[in-house]
């Protein structure tokens, strides 16, 4: 269905919902991640991480590495998949997650607000901030994430989609 976000709406149609889905973040100006750079992930609660490992195995599927926080890349390690660690801003280590944004190194990012957080810029702002400036595509919700591997399994080339009739 066509559910208001953020900032307005938008409906496409498809055979499959993996395309309907691909037309509409298409439409949007949405860039589809084709590089096989890195993923950078970084999930704050617990729940985000347990949850993303499905999520992870698809990625993994279509080549797809991953960067993320220690946390993150931690918890994806003990989990069996490779992920190099980028340091959070807060920590004044490098490579922190600005600079493989900001060098162009990340193919998307994936990362989950914390909703919890008082602080107005916050680590995640920040990524996700620069994430955008840099024209990175930007994933912040768990089940978006799934949605586009799945589709971007289904679906091997985008431009093949055929149009069709508003009837049909």
Partial sequence: GVEMSSTGEVACFGSTVEEAFLRSQISV????????????????????????????????????????????AHFLEENGFKCEVAHKISSNKHPNVLDYLEAG?????????????????????????????HNIPLVVNLQIAKLLARSMIQVKDITALEVKAYGE
Avoid: M
């Fill in 29 to 72: 100006g949405f860039h589809l991640p084709k590089n096989k750079k890195p993923i950078l992930v970084t999930l704050g609660k617990w729940k985000d991480k347990v949850d993303f490992l499905t999520v992870a195995e698809k990625w993994q599927s279509l080549g797809f590495t991953f960067v993320g926080t220690a946390g993150t």
């Fill in 105 to 133: 190194k990340a193919s998307l990012v994936i990362n989950t607000p914390n909703k919890y957080s008082h602080n107005e810029v916050s680590d995640g702002y920040l990524i996700r901030r620069k994430a955008i400036d």
